[in-house]
Every structure is written in C-alpha cells, then in structure tokens.
C-alpha cells in the first residue's frame, strides 16, 4: 500500500505541478500578450500626437529656415557689394596709387624747375659779384692813370708804357692818353652826400643822408619859426651838380675852340652885315610897319611915351593943387628930358 | 679794478659834456671787457645816475648810456635783471624813440641783450613798450639798425608763445616778410632767426609766418652764399614743417624739399643739421610725404651725410631721418635699403664707441621691420648681434616661403647655413622664425 500511495501521490503531485506549470506559462503569455498590446496602443497614440505636433511645427520651421537662408544669401551679395564699394572707395580717394604718381612725378618736376631757378639766381648772384669786383678794379686802374698822367708819352720823349721796341703801345699808355689829368685840390672836397648816391646798385648804402644831419654842434638852439627840415636842406645844397653836356664842356677844349673858329670865320665873311634885308614884294605888302594904337594919334605920333607919361588936366583939378606924392619921387624919373638939353642948357 | 670805477663816478655828473659822455665810455669799454668789471659797475650805483639826466642828453651821451647798458647786460641774467631793477628799461625806450639812428641802435641793442637770458627779462622788455618801437625801427633804412632790431626781436620771441605772440601783434611778420630777398647777409641772417623762433611755438604761429608769403623767396636764400644765411633758412623750413601734415605738404608743393637737399649737399658741418631734421619731419607726418622725399632724391645726400660727418648729433639726425623715410610701407623700406644705408647703420650701432642716442635702435627696427628687399638683407646677417639678427630672421621668415627665387639665392650665399649656426632657445620667437625657414626647405638640405 504505501507504495501505491506514494507513487499515486507522487503522480497527483507531479500532475499537479505540471498543470501548475501549464497555467503559471499560459496566464504569463497572456500577460505578455496584454503589456504587448498596450505598449503598441501607447506607441501609436504617441506615434500620432509627436506627427501631429509636428506637423504643427514644422511650417515654421520651414519658414525660419528658408528666412535664414535669405538672410545668408543676401549678407553674402551684401558683401560683395561692400567689398567692391569698398575698394573702389579706397583706390580713387584714400589711397588713390595713379594720382599718388601723378603727384610724386609733379614734385619731382616741381623740384627740377625750383632747382634750375635757384641755380640760375646762384649764378646770378655770382656774376654781380664778379662784375662788382671788376667794377672795382676798373675804377681803381682809372684813378691810378689819373693820378700818374705825367707818364704820358709826348712828341719828343716816348713815356714808360710806349716803347719803341713795341708794335702799339701799352694798353696802359691809351688809358692814361683818355683820362683827365688829376688835380689834387678839389680832391678833398668830395661831399660825403653825392658819392653815395653813385655807389654801386646793392642798396648797401641807401640814400642815408637824406635823414641823417651832418655834424651841427651838440647844443645847437633851434632856430624858431617856419623853417625847412635842415636836411632836406642839405640835400638841396649839396645836390651834384649835373650840367647839360654844352655846359659841361669846357671852354678850351678842342670842340669849342673849332666853334670859335667858324663863329670868326663867319663874321669875317659874309657880304651883306644884314642878313634878312627885305627883297621881295611878299616883304612890301606884308612886312609894313604899322605903328600901335596906343601911340598912334591923329596926327602922327602921340607924345604919351616919348614926351610924357602922365597927363596933366589942371582944369581938374580940386584944390589947385597937383598930386601930392606920398613917397619921394624916383630921382632918375624927375629928371626925365631934363638931363640933357638941346640948347645945352645944364638942368 | 684799482679803483677806477670810483674815480670815475664823479666824472659823470661833471658839467662839461663831453666829460660825461668819455667817462660813461669808459665805463661801458670796461664793463664790456669782463665780468667783474661789470659787477663792480653795477655794485658802485653807476646805473642810476647814468639814467637819471638820460633824456636831457645829447644824443652822443645817449648812445654812449645804451652802451654801458648793453655791456653789462651782456654777461649775465643777474647783471641784467640788476639793469633793469634801476629802471634802465623807460630810459631805453625813451632812446628808442629819439630821431638819430644811432642812438636807436645802441637802444635796441641793450634790448637784445637783455631780453636774451630768460623769459621774465623778456616780458620786462616787453612790458616797457619796447616792441611797437622796434618794429618801426626795422622799417627804417640804416641796414645796421635793421639787423640790430630784427635779433632783438628774434631774442624776445624765443621764449615762449605769448612773447611770440605779442611781437606779431604788434605787425613784425609782414616787415620781416619784405626784408628776406635784401642782399645784405647779416641782415637776412637775423630776420630768418627771427621769423624761425616765432614760428617754433605753435601752429597758429606758423601758419601765420607762413601766410606772410615767404615762400617761393625763402628757397633763393637756401642758395645764399653765406653758410649761417642758409643754416638760418633751413631752420625757418624746420620749424614750419614739424607742426603739421598740411604745412609739410605745403613746403613739398612749393618745391622746399628740393632746395633743402640742395642745400644740404652744398654745406658741410652743423649748417646741415637743420636740413637734415626737416626731411625727418617731413617724412614723419605720412607716407605719400616720405614718397615725395625719395622721388626728389633725399636718400643719397642723407647717406653721405651718416658716412662723412664726425660730430655724433649730425649722423644721429641723419640715422633719424632715414628711420622716419623708411619705416612707412615696405617701398619706402627698399629705397632706403637700395641705397645701401643699412650696413652703415648697423656698423654704428655695433661700434662700441658711439653714444646711446647714436645707436638708435628703433631706427634700425623700424625699417628692418618693413624691408623685404633681400638682397639688402643679405649682408646684414652675416654680422648682426642677437637683438637685430631677430628682426632680420623674422623678415627672411615672412618672405621665403612665398618665393622661390628668393629661397634659391639664400641658399646659393650661404645664408641658410648661417641660420643653422644660430643658437636660439627653443619657444623664442627666434626659434619660430628658424623653423619657419627651415620648413620652406626640404630635409637633405637642412642637413
């Protein structure tokens, strides 16, 4: 018996066990099945409310983007757009390279021209110099023959700078032949006032006399009134003295003594003493002497002139008296055709 | 000093006028002489009895008066200022006024010299009336006169602004203006120095001398042959080219730089100095400026200048100005280096012997900083110290690896094996630059 019970016991529980198993698999397979659908249900209801929202979305987004993209394209041409604003800008005025060129080959010629015109004025400069010195040296050689004109060669005796084993004389010799012989007394009378005025044209002494007084004594009174600026003055008195060239010459001198000549000569010579003798009827008719009205009377000449000069009316006399003259007469005119008398009778 | 000054103290206040006026020349030849002598003048109490019966005078004694004025004022600004505390300053203007030019000169030299020391003398000058006086004194005819009057006003303007100011108030500019083209030398010299100091100050000034038309005629005196004349000139055009751009432009249009390098060319010493800093200003202000300096030729003289000159300050200026040529843009850099100043300039800059102010480094800098004509650079590497073999390494770094040609050449003169001898800690800048170039080169070369 208990053999049997165990193993029917055995049996019943390993039946029981096994149907245990059957329902424990069976009721998971549902359950699984059951969560299987519910996730799906949960994924399709999300499924359709994300594509939903999004669908919401998505216009904007696809306007936003499509925005953006404008935006870029437009920066982009926007830029190049600045950038060749920018370079044209640049090139022709900030920084313009050709009128830059232009400007630096202007200078340069600028510079040339300002160059040569300096170099011109520094030549010129140079040539006044030298002329000055020459100036100089030739007044210099002119005062030396001046003085030493007793070296001058006559007919008999040859001078210094004419000797005869020369062809032509010295150079020296012809200066001393043209210059005046020097003498030494007016020398010193060089007024200080007329040599400045002659001095070389540098304005290095500019007519300073003109406001510059000699030398007055210190404590001079000035004299009262009216008068005239002492150096203007001075300048009058002391002005050089430029006479005409008729004047200038001098009285011996060859010219003027050939004028004498003639002047004798003719004279001597001529024929007639009067030269304009009337001699032809242009002379008779025209050339008439008529006499003026005021000394030509009816019957010839008027003695008023020649006889009187003042008339006399005593019939009008007031007082029976002449004129009385204030001031002593002229004694001269009292006399006047009383000095001489015809019949020599003395006055 | 046997007691002279006392015996003749006495003999100033004498009757008889021409005692008077001896003694006070004796007095003025004595303080003339020498600095003691002048105190023991002024410790005596001469100055005012000399003064007081001033306007009473005759114009001798007057003259004689300004003199000793002058002769003490001369030595010193105590000595001056003890001038004017007694006074002189109203008896001097009282001189100025007087009809005889003579007297108007000694005046207008006591001025000078007085004015000369230091800006207070100067405003004392000033405050006394003298400056309308001494602009009518220029205008009149005695040359000597005419010069006396234009170095007073030239030491009277030199201290500040407002004396400046005050002297083209009073109408100095236009007159100074008429009397540039006068032949005299002296003269000219002394209006150029005038007009200088007064257009030193500011840009007002300037423009001002400027509008006074001295222009085109400034040019013809940088061609005088006197040396000051034309020192004087260059300093006119220095001072009116270092305020502003527009007043260097102005200068480059009338054809000023042309006649300052002329001028520079012709002189030889200090009177090139002047010229020399004017370029400097004038390239300073702008690159288009600093162009028209080379185009009118300004680097060869200035070449010359830093090679022959002896004295430190002359090539100091003239190493300044090539700095300010060259440092604007990589063209200006290869004209400078074109005319073969670098190695000049480096050599003076190795030279232990020349000052600080001579070795100018940032001159160097700047227009190794721009150049990329190579050829120039070429030599230089060769001796350069550490502190310029940068500069240069890292303008062969800049440009090698753009030009093949230029790589070529460095090789063929050695000047890659140079670099390799370089020692350079690694992470300076300098190492940089070597890696640079050694990168433009392929490997078995390197080697």
Known sequence: YFYIFRAIDEDRKTKYRAAVKIQRWFRACRVRAYLRHLSKMAILIQKWWRGYLRRKHFREIVERAYFIKKLKFYNEMAVRIQKMWRGYYVRKYIHNFYALKKYLEAVSVNNMLVRSELQEYAEMKENEEKMKDLEKKEKEKKYQARKMHYLLSTEQIPGIYNSPFRKSPDPMELLLRKSKPLIHRKQQVKSPFAYELYDWPTCKKPPAFVTSLPLLPADRQKPQGPFRDPAEVLWQRYKPLEPTLRVRESFNSPPAKARAGTRREEWRNPIHDNEFLPFSTYHKNVEKYEPSLRRSGKYGREAYGTKHFREVYPKKWIADKDFETLFSSIVLFEKFGKTYSSTGQIV | ?447
């Open chain 2, 1 to 447: 000093n046997s007691g002279v000054v006392c015996l003749l103290r006495p003999l100033l206040l004498d009757v008889v006028p021409s005692v008077r006026q001896t003694a006070a020349l004796a007095l003025g030849r004595l303080a003339d002489y020498d600095v003691d002598l002048a105190e023991a003048v002024v410790k005596a109490g001469i100055l005012p009895q000399l003064i007081c019966s001033l306007p009473e005078e005759n114009r001798y004694y007057k003259k004689t008066a300004a003199f000793v004025l002058r002769a003490i004022a001369k030595h010193s600004p105590q000595l001056a200022q003890a001038v004017v505390q007694c006074g002189a300053l109203e008896m001097l203007v009282i001189c100025l006024e007087d009809f005889d030019p003579g007297v108007k000169e000694g005046a207008s030299w006591a001025f000078g010299y007085i004015a000369r020391h230091n800006p207070e003398l100067s405003q004392a000058v000033v405050d006394a009336g003298a400056v309308p006086l001494l602009v009518l004194c220029i205008q009149e005819p005695e040359i000597a006169l005419k010069r006396i009057a234009a170095s007073t006003l030239s030491d009277i303007s030199k201290h500040s602004p407002e004396l400046a100011q005050t002297v083209v108030d009073a109408g100095a500019i236009a007159h100074l203006a008429q009397m540039i083209p006068n032949p005299d030398a002296k003269l000219k010299r002394q209006v150029l120095s005038a007009l200088s100091q007064i257009a030193k100050h500011s840009v007002d000034l300037a423009e001002l001398v400027v509008e006074a038309e001295i222009f085109p005629v400034v040019l013809t005196c940088l061609k005088d042959s006197d040396e000051y004349v034309k020192k004087n000139g260059a300093t006119l055009i220095r001072e009116i080219a270092k305020h502003t751009p527009e007043l260097s432009q102005l200068i480059v249009n009338s054809g000023g730089v042309a006649a300052v390098i002329d001028c520079i060319g012709s002189c030889r010493g200090t009177v090139r100095l002047p010229g020399i800093m004017t370029l400097g200003y004038v390239a300073a202000h702008s690159e288009d400026l600093s162009m028209a300096v080379i185009v009118s030729k300004g680097i060869p003289p200035l070449s010359v200048c830093l090679i022959e000159e002896h004295e430190d300050h002359i090539k100091a200026a003239a190493a300044w100005a090539l700095g300010q040529i060259g440092r604007h843009t990589a063209e200006h850099a290869r004209h400078v280096a074109v005319a073969n100043v670098l190695p000049t300039l480096l050599d003076i800059f190795v030279d232990t012997r020349s000052s600080e102010d001579l070795k100018m480094k940032a001159t160097l800098k700047n227009i190794l900083q721009k150049c990329t004509y190579l050829p120039a650079l070429e030599p230089l590497l060769h001796e350069a110290p550490p502190s310029i073999m940068k500069h240069i390494i890292g303008q062969f770094s800049k440009v090698l690896p753009h030009d093949t040609k230029a790589r070529r050449l460095f090789v063929t003169t050695g000047g890659l094996k140079k670099v390799q001898e370089i020692k350079a800690e690694p992470g300076s800048l300098l190492q940089e630059y070597i890696n640079t170039i050694n990168n433009c080169y392929p490997e078995e070369i390197v080697r």
